[in-house]
């Protein structure tokens, strides 16, 4: 690789201490770096510039902020790597020590990528026809979310798969979540982790008014519809959507999420051959004792 974008939350590295670091590292290599003047690289003018000749994305920030990246980047077929200045950092493949190191990876062209699943939702509302679908379809890496709003009553929601009603059910709402989304608000639902390169989205209820909670593990080829229900004759359903916790879209009864397989998968640079269940060990600590 000779091309790097360098995309950093001014937040996580305020003085851009590390990104001048890295900048340095790259140039006395005689390869080339192009730093993001924002957080984001949405409507960057820089990106339109370079974008053919950008080999990889370094992130330097969270798993927000490589989330918000992989978004951005989508349709580009750019592979990310992330370096770690947040948490726990599930998404991030190096720590800020090990970053020289990674770079003479990345120079030597010994690394994997690994093709993570994304999601797109769009957002049918019941009272507007016609409707731009364009504005009403989001994507996301992580999961989508249709919660219940504010402090708001439970919420009823019927959920399809591939048009064939599998649940009816009260509670504060309803995760679809990707394997890599499956370590994330999932988990701290109840829902089960699953292995990041599986073909997999996971449907997870939040805090169903019900006995026998489960999650459901469909095909990533499947199709998903969320129905808002009314939840008692006299009440109109208050709900949102959200899409790996931004883009929050207010919803109404009758209002329909359908979600798909995004188009394009999200392409994560691996440097090191740890297994998924010492990532988990790693990160999650005795959380898995």
Do not use: W
Not at 139 to 155: E, F, M, P, Y
Not at 219 to 231: L, N, P, Y
């Amino acid at each position: 690789m000779d091309n790097f974008l360098i995309i950093t939350n001014r937040e996580k590295d305020k003085d851009l201490r590390l990104t001048k670091i890295i900048e340095s590292y790259i140039h006395k290599a005689g390869k080339n770096s192009y730093l993001s003047q924002i957080s984001t690289v949405t409507d960057n003018s820089l990106l339109k510039d370079i974008i053919n000749r950008i080999e990889c994305a370094i992130v330097l920030g969270g798993d927000g902020t490589i989330i918000q990246t992989a978004n951005d980047l989508m349709a580009y077929n750019i592979p990310i790597l992330g370096v770690n200045l947040g948490t726990v950092g599930f998404l991030a493949e190096i720590e800020e020590h090990h970053v020289e190191e990674a770079l003479d990876s990345l120079f030597d062209d010994s690394y994997n990528v690994e093709n993570r699943l994304m999601i797109q939702g769009e957002i049918i509302h019941y009272t507007q026809k016609p409707y731009d679908s364009g504005d009403n379809i989001h994507n996301a890496l992580n999961d989508i979310v249709i919660a219940r709003k504010g402090s708001s009553r439970i919420i009823s929601l019927g959920i399809y798969v591939n048009d064939q009603l599998i649940d009816d059910f009260r509670g504060d709402g309803v995760i679809i979540s990707t394997p890599t989304g499956s370590t994330a608000y999932n988990l701290s639902a109840g829902g089960p982790i699953v292995i990041s390169r599986a073909n997999v989205m996971v449907i997870t209820p939040i805090c169903p008014h019900s006995l026998s909670p489960r999650s459901i593990v469909v095909s990533g080829d499947d199709h998903i519809k969320v129905a808002v229900r009314k939840s008692k004759k006299t009440q109109e359903a208050e709900a949102f959507a959200s899409f790996d916790g931004n883009k929050e879209i207010d919803l109404s009864t009758n209002d329909i999420i359908s979600i798909n397989k995004a188009q394009y998968d999200t392409k994560l640079i691996k440097l090191n051959n740890s297994g998924i269940y010492e990532v988990l060990r790693s990160k999650l600590g005795n959380n898995l004792d």
